[in-house]
Structure formats: structure tokens, C-alpha cells
């Protein structure tokens, strides 16, 4: 790893990301997520199919730090090194050419934004070495990964236990696990509301989970980092399963989606924001609706699908970033207030 720190001399964090941002789209380097106090970007190596380093720039109490990470095993920390050289050499040339109009222009179309701003670059799997790193937590998106991981281990422990049958589980094994219980969370073991979005019934339930998982985790998580991600998905899941404690009469529950649901209610909950790109915006919509219309097709082919919890966590995920945007609504007002009084 290579670190970088010194004192921003721009007039504000946003200016500096907004000239950052062009600097790496002239390098040919990959933004994946960035708002006005951070930037995280890709550096593809040429000489290996699927690796690459991670740079991030973070600015905080009025000091800019630059992070460059090689995903390799073994990291390369000259290569490293001279990539943020590369970087600094090319903001100043980038600076000399943008006029201070142009620059708070777009600076000002960061502050607008108010939340971070994923770039839709999705994870290609284009050889065998790329699908087994899903499994391998990244820096992009360390969390999905885990709770992937954990979901797979204890469906194959529980395999083991009846035989590596690919086929339901009994309700006594699935109870034994920790799933959703109702007699049992009324008799105190609450924590089944938890555990339960870590088991499921069969394969076909686990690869369907899963791959959704991983497919909003990988854009998600970029975006809004991985302890946000990862106190949202627990969260809305943890509620999914309670909200369907109170209103339906399920006896017995399991499964990942209701978290799931939980990640695209942070989808919708940025629908609010009026300044969100439309290529974004386009992309959260069509997803979904895909992903709802196609669970909810399954779930009354099979009668089996706990369609409470999944809007119910798609209503807090929702609910989480309404709440969250509207404190970034109020601090972003102070700040921008500050900097024209400042100027």
C-alpha cells in the first residue's frame, strides 16, 4: 500500500474531487463511487487478466489523503507509488486547463447530489480465475463477499449433516439452525429474527439468493461503504422478519431475501433525490422492478415466499436512506452556507 497526505488548497473538498474526477477519466483509470469528501477509482494491470489497484482519495479536516492498494496477493507497493505520482502530475496539468467557472460549476453538481454516486461499472466474469475471486473479499465490495461466504458455509454444513442431499430441509434441521421460529421468538429467542437471513431451505433458494446478493453488493457497496452496507443489510433483514412477526402468520421462515430487499429499498430511497443522474436512475428502476416482479412470479408458482418480509424490507431500506439523505440534506446546506460566507 502507498499513502499520500498533505493540506487541500482548493476551495473546497468538492473542488478537488470535481478536478480529481477529470484527471482520472484522462488516465483511463475506473470511478466507482464518489461524493464530495471521497473518491474511490480502479486501476486495471494490463499485464494480468482480472487484477487491479484500488485508489482512494479521502478528505477530512481540511486534509487530502491518497491510497493506492494492489489487489494482488503479493503487492507491488512501487507500482503503487507510481500510480498516486502519476495522479498528482496530471491533476496540476488537468488544473491549468479548467477555467475556475468550469470548476465550481461541477463542484457544485457534486454538493447538489447529496449522496454518493456509484458509477454502474458491474463486476465481468470473463474467466474462471474472475468467478473464484466473488468468493475472495475485495476492497470494492468486502462486505457482500463475507456475508456471501457465510451463507455458503453454513448451507454446506448443514449439507453434511443430512448427507449431502441436495433437496429441503426438514423443518427440524432448519430449526436447529436458528431460523424464524414463531412459538420460539414468542418464548424469548428473538435472535431468530437475525439468524434466520443466514439459512435457506435448498439449493435452488441459496443460488437464487445469492446471486442477488452479490449482484446489488458489488454496486452497492462501493457506494455507500462497507459499514453503511453492512449495518443496512442487517438491519432491514432483522426487520423484515419482525414486521412479518406481527402481521402475518407464518410459522416458519428463512432466507436472505428480506435483507436483500433491504439493499434495493437504498436503490429507491435515492429516487427521492431529484438531482440523481438519469443514468442512474433509470438503472434502479428497471432493477426493481425486475427483482420484484420476478420473486413475486416465484413465490405464488411455489406458495411458499414470504412476501411481507420482502417489502418490508424494502420499506426500511427505503426508509434508512430518506433519513439518511435528509441529514446529508441539512449538513450540505451548513457547509455551502459556510463556503460563501468564507469567500
Known sequence: M?????????????????????????LGWEVSVYNEQRLTASINHSE????????????????????????????ENSRNKVYLNKFLSH????????????????????????????????YKIDSFKSFLKIFIPSRLFFVTTIILDINILIYVVMLTSSGFFFKNFDQETLIAAGAYFKPAIISGEWWRLLTAIFLHSNFPHILMNMIMLFYIGSILEPAIGHVKFAIIYMLTGFFANLISFYLTDYTL???????????????????????????????????????????????????????????????????????????????????????????
Open 48 to 75: 494480468y487478466h482480472s487484477s487491479y489497484s484500488v485508489f482512494t482519495i479521502v478528505i477530512k479536516n481540511n486534509e487530502v489523503t491518497l491510497t493506492c492498494i494492489d489487489d494482488l496477493i503479493i503487492a
Open 253 to 343: 421462515t428463512v432466507g436472505a431475501s428480506g435483507a436483500i430487499f433491504g439493499l434495493l429499498g437504498v436503490f429507491s430511497g435515492m429516487l427521492t433525490n431529484r438531482k440523481i443522474a438519469i443514468e442512474l436512475r433509470k438503472f434502479i428502476i428497471i432493477n426493481i422492478a425486475a427483482i420484484t416482479i420476478m420473486t413475486t412470479v416465484n413465490g405464488f408458482l411455489k406458495g411458499s415466499v414470504n412476501h411481507v418480509a420482502h417489502f418490508a424490507g424494502l420499506f426500511c431500506g427505503a426508509m434508512l436512506t430518506i433519513i439518511y439523505l435528509q441529514i446529508n440534506n441539512i449538513k450540505s446546506d451548513k457547509f455551502s452556507a459556510q463556503t460563501i460566507k468564507n469567500q
Open 91 to 122: 491533476y496540476e496539468y488537468t488544473k491549468q486547463l479548467i477555467s475556475e467557472k468550469e470548476l465550481k460549476k461541477m463542484a457544485n453538481k457534486i454538493l447538489d447530489a447529496n449522496i454518493p454516486i456509484p458509477i454502474l461499472n458491474l
Open 2 to 26: 502507498a499513502t499520500i497526505k498533505f493540506k487541500l488548497v482548493e476551495n473546497s473538498p468538492a473542488h478537488f474531487i470535481a478536478l480529481a474526477n477529470l484527471t482520472i477519466e484522462d
